[in-house]
């Protein structure tokens, strides 16, 4: 073969291959992996822990959740910490975080009594992570709060702000001076929509469409509340970062020429909290819409409750970080029926799918990789270019261990992450695979698994598995550099696009004899 031949299909695979994109993890982004305390600890009872919103709820309706489960054991995380501790260490991840449990902290709930037994065991597990040099990364709530808090109204009593700030405050007294960075509350939109507004989540309280948003008003005040007694109380001698995380996705129109709708979901996903946090108050679009409905539907005020000039003056900049958490994208169009004066929903868009989306085992979960910088960049560019901390992304499936397909979802994300920093420069600083361990999806039970770690749930030891993927990151982790998903795989998107791509090349080349 010439040596002009020889360079020209030399360069096509070259070409293919090199796809201008740098695949190494900068220094300042640390990779990690999270996972929440309900999910994983158990020891649900265990010394003086009060009951908390989950222990009720899946004790009293077990059929609400999908396989009758609960978290009473769980991955049994309350005694097997060091182990975990190991296993993340030999991985090679730069941190872990975890949440703490608002009834193991305060059995009743309130600042009355501090349980030593709970303050210990965080200390020990946070102590653990510094020796083996994992930076702990503290969620203060996620989803857990006590029930006796509940039955006085939970997130929709303002009460709950004061509440909420005298834990906050015990948990940085005693575990401040180990952690560098908190985060306030994880993703409120789904707790607020689900659990005050449906059975999907507890504490499944049916409040008209009124209880999520006041749970959302009330959950703001909290967070603010607490930024700003870090700020006053503990920000000089601590030094750390505190922000809240959010659920975000990316959304594309159905029809090209609606610009309106992919911003309408995502303030309402997202903007609903960051936009009081990093612009101040609410979107426009929500008050607009849900004023509208709410004098539709009759009710004397809006469902959307105000903050005064004050609040929003007092939450606006209570973030040292944006913290997202991404799994996905939607496509959306306008609901049609609201042509017809009928407001199904507050936002008026109706969700679906793209069609060639792969999905996973989980029913809101299609594989969208560049939703992920989408997402991103809207961060960066709608909320001041701000530092992202990425708290959760992950993939399910049935609990595979050969789990290519996590593989294929960790590589093609990471990769358009990597794009949004290295070359698009969105200031990304933390990413975390959600989740370490298979653990207790909320109302999916176990029937789901998010882990890179497989847990034996039938056995009373709890037995950790390592899957494929967990070696694949180990390798990623080693080398700091995005590494292609092993051969086995089927080939994933790129690959076949690349393969096409060719061949569609040489059909041109062969066609006009270039070749003879
Ligand atoms: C986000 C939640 O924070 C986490 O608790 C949950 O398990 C994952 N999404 C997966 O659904």
Redesign the pocket.
Known sequence: MKTWRIFVISSIFITGYCQDVNLTFPEHLKLGVAT?SY?TEGAWNANDKGVNVWDFWTHKYPSLIADESNGDVACDTYNKYKEDVQIIKNLGFNFFRLSISWSRILPSGLANEISKDGIQYYKNFITELIANDIEPVVSLY??DHPQVIEEMGGWTNELIVDWFADYARIIFTELGPYVKIFTTI??PQ?FCSQGYGSVKTAPGKLLQDVGPYLCGHNVLKAHAKVYHMYDDEFRATQRGQIGM?L?ASSHYPLDADDNVSPDTAFQFECGWFMNPIFIGDYPEIMKTRIDMISERQGYSESRLPRFTPEWIAYIKGTADYFGL?H?SSKIVEPDPEEEFNVYNTDEGIIHTRNSTWSMSA?SWLWVVPEGFGNVLRKIKNDYGDPTIFVL?N?Y?DEGELDDYHRIEYYYSYLKELLIAVNRDGCKVERYAV??ILD?F??SEGYTKK?GIIGVDFDNPSRNRTYKLSAKWWEKVLHTRTLLEVPRSSAPNNYTWSFMITACCIMSVFNYFHIFR
């Open positions: 929440a999910q996620h989803w994880n993703e789904i995380a659920s958490n799994y989980t959760e992950g399910s959600w989740s653990n999806e909320w998010f």
